[in-house]
């Protein structure tokens, strides 16, 4: 698509539901990342996919908390058994490929998923 | 990967220059200097990036010392559209663990 787009914008849901969040990137993006901000804070890194390979969750905060991108585009994050502690803005953001004399990796964000957890 | 420093605030009104300067003392010898804007409600946009020297694009000014361990955005006759969030950040190609502070709120008043 033309940009990276995430749904749902908005997401309402009771403590202990899961949650599903998507995130379809920009065509030709090989690599995927979420992230988590919250009011007045910049990004905080969760994941990182490479194709369809997860190659970094360190970030993410617990076991609770999956990724995938089985086909090497679209990806879901998933948070299970949600707490309130999970509300957040969720954003996912793409890149091209880089190769080593063609500077640093410059990431295209979507709007973002903002989960409330109640 | 190293880190960056910039105020936490700023403000300026419309027309004029504004210059925002990010310190990043521990800059390694691969990395690139990236610069983002984030409006209320949107994810981050990227703006500009540079190595050393000055670069420049329709919207933004980049200034690079020789040293590297400073940068400087300058936007040029700003509006009140310009009134954002700006992040610098500091990684290369394969730094795809940025870290990303609370960036420079930029409050443009008419």
């Known amino acids: 698509g033309a940009g990276v787009s995430q749904s749902p914008r908005y997401k309402v849901t009771k403590r202990g539901q899961d949650v599903a969040l998507r995130c379809d990137p920009i065509?030709?993006?090989?690599?995927l990342y979420w992230y988590r901000q919250a009011l007045g804070q910049g990004p905080e890194f969760l994941t990182y996919f490479n194709y369809e390979a997860q190659q970094d969750k360190s970030g993410l905060p617990n076991d609770r908390f999956s990724a995938e991108r089985p086909e090497g585009s679209i990806s879901t994050l998933t948070i299970q058994r949600t707490e309130q502690r999970d509300s957040a803005m969720y954003r996912c953001?793409?890149?091209?490929?880089?190769?080593?004399?063609?500077?640093?990796?410059?990431?295209?964000f979507g709007a973002g998923s903002r989960l409330t957890v109640l | 990967l190293a880190k960056t420093t910039q105020p936490i605030s700023m403000d300026s009104y419309e027309g004029q220059e504004v210059n925002i300067t990010c310190s990043h003392n521990?800059?390694?010898?691969?990395?690139?200097i990236t610069w983002y804007q984030q409006f209320p409600s949107q994810g981050p946009r990227f703006i500009i990036q540079?190595?050393?020297?000055?670069v420049t694009n329709e919207v933004a000014s980049l200034f690079i010392p020789a040293d590297r361990k400073s940068s400087t955005l300058s936007l040029p006759r700003v509006s009140l559209s310009d009134t954002a969030v700006y992040y610098c950040l500091v990684g290369d190609h394969s730094n795809y663990q940025l870290i990303w502070g609370a960036g420079t709120k930029l409050i443009i008043k008419p």
């Open positions: 540079g190595y050393k020297t000055k």
């Open positions: 953001a793409s890149s091209p490929p880089r190769h080593s004399a063609s500077g640093a990796n410059v990431l295209t």
């Open positions: 065509s030709g993006h090989v690599s």
């Open positions: 521990n800059i390694a010898t691969n990395d690139y």
